[in-house]
């Protein structure tokens, strides 16, 4: 029995000048708006943030599941996104988003780990659902 498609739903509410309430299920309240660039604050999510996040969280996910699968144990993992928007021919859009990582596993995984990092990155949905090119830099230490 196949699990796709798989849907996903959010509730955004916003009454007045008030920030943007996201909710999905019993999930936790995201506030979120527009960022300083476009008349917002730096004090809760913008969508912005929320799309680099995405993109880093579903990396980061796919990793591990994906390391759990072969018996490979992450010892400690720090992913860092950066999104940048820009003009282009369409308009407005994300030009890029790179995904900083530092990993580190045991002494005779880093081979084995560092391939897996790609993996993970070329079967991340997120990022294979947007048009903006996903690179990935990693630093895959020993424990």
């Given at each position: 029995?196949?699990?796709?498609?798989?849907?996903?739903?959010?509730?955004?509410?916003?009454?007045?000048?008030?920030?943007?309430?996201?909710?999905?299920?019993q999930?936790?309240?995201?506030?979120?708006?527009?960022?300083?660039?476009?008349?917002?604050?730096?004090?809760?999510?913008?969508p912005?943030?929320?799309?680099?996040?995405?993109?880093?969280?579903?990396?980061?996910?796919?990793?591990?599941?994906?390391?759990?699968?072969?018996g490979?144990?992450?010892?400690?993992?720090?992913c860092?996104?950066?999104?940048?928007?820009?003009?282009?021919?369409?308009?407005?859009?994300?030009?890029?988003?790179?995904?900083?990582?530092?990993?580190?596993?045991?002494?005779?995984?880093?081979?084995?780990?560092?391939?897996?990092?790609?993996?993970?990155?070329?079967?991340?949905?997120?990022?294979?659902?947007?048009?903006?090119?996903?690179?990935?830099?990693?630093?895959?230490?020993?424990?």
């Amino acid at each position: 029995m196949s699990r796709f498609p798989i849907p996903y739903e959010v509730e955004l509410d916003r009454s007045g000048t008030a920030p943007m309430t996201l909710t999905a299920g019993q999930r936790p309240v995201l506030v979120a708006g527009p960022p300083p660039e476009f008349g917002g604050t730096d004090t809760w999510w913008s969508p912005e943030h929320l799309l680099v996040a995405a993109t880093a969280s579903c990396m980061t996910a796919t990793y591990y599941a994906m390391a759990e699968r072969i018996g490979l144990h992450v010892v400690a993992f720090k992913c860092k996104g950066r999104g940048v928007l820009d003009k282009s021919e369409g308009g407005v859009s994300f030009t890029a988003i790179e995904l900083d990582v530092e990993l580190m596993v045991a002494q005779g995984d880093v081979t084995r780990a560092r391939k897996l990092l790609d993996d993970a990155k070329a079967r991340c949905f997120v990022a294979s659902s947007l048009r903006a090119p996903v690179s990935l830099v990693a630093q895959v230490s020993p424990a």
